[in-house]
């Protein structure tokens, strides 16, 4: 069965420094995708970034970028230059080619402190 | 605003009841998820719909039913409402990039059951 781990229940960083949010899957599957989501206390779920594992290139979307790490199984969520309006709740999830569910993590809370 | 349209957005009625949830997805997706968040939980899968027929069902209760209609839009029915169902309900689309399937959230649906 395929599982997500995120193992930092609640982070909190002051604005404008980096901070790296870790998430772990376990799967058998060789074609899979990975995504970052972001839950601003709005509780509206937003996508943050994507990758794909046949991808060695690490995805980045502005200030978000990914370290994957497909033999460690890790995928983690950097945010650099953080700013207020990042405090939320951050999901990884996992989604194999054959099948479109999503498995979520349980969630990182973020703060970010002015 | 993501596309996905979600109504109503907020609903307060008493146990035993029964409601409807509904689910306009982004123009041109064929596939409507429903998910439920508990109070402070990660997402749970309920149902998945593409173009009219259920694909896949998770940890969806007997007490619920959905469908999606010839418009593309969807309905997520709960009955003899329990407290425990009090949650907030996501319905998502998806479209494809690079193979991945991405998912993209309406605002939810939240359900207060007294």
């Known amino acids: 069965a395929q599982t997500v781990t995120q193992s930092q229940p609640e982070m909190s960083v002051q604005e404008a420094e980096t901070v790296t949010l870790s998430c772990t899957y376990d799967?058998?599957?060789?074609?899979?995708?990975l995504f970052w989501y972001k839950q601003p206390p709005s509780r509206q779920m937003i996508l943050v970034i994507r990758?794909?594992?046949?991808k060695q290139q690490n995805a980045t979307e502005n200030r978000f970028s990914v370290n994957f790490q497909k033999a460690a199984k890790s995928f983690s969520l950097k945010i650099s230059d953080s700013q207020l309006g990042d405090t939320a709740m951050y999901f990884c999830?996992?989604?194999?080619?054959?099948?479109?569910?999503?498995?979520w993590g349980a969630g990182t809370k973020l703060i970010i402190k002015p | 605003d993501s596309g996905v349209t979600q109504t109503p957005k907020h609903l307060i009625t008493a146990t035993g009841q029964r409601v409807t949830l509904r689910c306009s997805p982004r123009s041109g997706d064929l596939s409507v998820y429903w998910y439920q968040q508990s109070l402070d939980q990660g997402l749970q899968f309920l149902i998945h719909?593409?173009?009219?027929?259920?694909?896949a069902k998770g940890n969806i209760l007997e007490r619920f039913s959905a469908q999606q209609f010839p418009d593309l839009h969807s309905e997520l029915n709960l009955s003899s409402l329990e407290l425990g169902d009090s949650a907030l309900y996501f319905c998502a689309s998806s479209f494809r990039i690079s193979g991945a399937n991405v998912l993209t959230f309406g605002a939810g649906s939240r359900l207060t059951v007294l």
């Open positions: 799967t058998s599957e060789s074609n899979y995708y």
């Open positions: 719909y593409y173009n009219g027929e259920e694909r």
């Open positions: 999830a996992f989604m194999w080619d054959s099948n479109y569910q999503l498995i």
């Open positions: 990758q794909e594992a046949y």
